[in-house]
């Protein structure tokens, strides 16, 4: 099933992508952020995704958090995502829907070949061109 353009309004998706050097990444959309094609076309996928990086992904490395610790969920989240390898986004610039700032990083980030061939699959079409390993934002254009 496809997220439309009204489900990106009302709810807040977190989803994975894999740059140019094979790192993983996970943006958060606060219902406002730009979502790229590949995560529209499939919700199933989108899910899929986020179950594995959240439940069955093991922790490999140290988290850093890049902004204020707060006790609140996207804290939580991103704290456990980068333990796992994985670089965090999120929108922090309203007006700027298609710029997601990095707010955790991994010590030591995983890459798309540590994956299950499963998840592998998956992100193998979930591309974003640059190298986001020393990006303190990203642009995403937006699937609608």
Not at 4 to 30: N, P, R, Y
Not at 61 to 85: F, R, V, W
């Amino acid at each position: 099933m496809r997220y439309t353009e009204i489900d990106l309004q009302i709810e807040d998706i977190m989803w994975f992508g894999v740059d140019s050097a094979g790192h993983i990444f996970e943006c958060t959309s606060a219902g406002c952020g730009n979502v790229p094609e590949y995560v529209c076309r499939s919700r199933e996928e989108t899910e899929t995704l986020l179950s594995y990086f959240t439940e069955e992904a093991p922790v490999t490395t140290t988290p850093e958090l890049l902004i204020p610790e707060e006790d609140n969920q996207l804290t939580e989240d991103i704290t456990d995502l980068a333990s796992k390898g994985v670089f965090c986004y999120d929108i922090t610039d309203f007006d700027n829907a298609g710029s997601y700032s990095c707010v955790a990083k991994p010590a030591s980030p995983i890459n798309i070949t540590d994956l299950p061939e499963n998840i592998q699959a998956i992100l193998s079409d979930h591309l974003y061109p640059d190298n986001i390993s020393t990006a303190n934002t990203i642009n995403v254009k937006h699937a609608y």
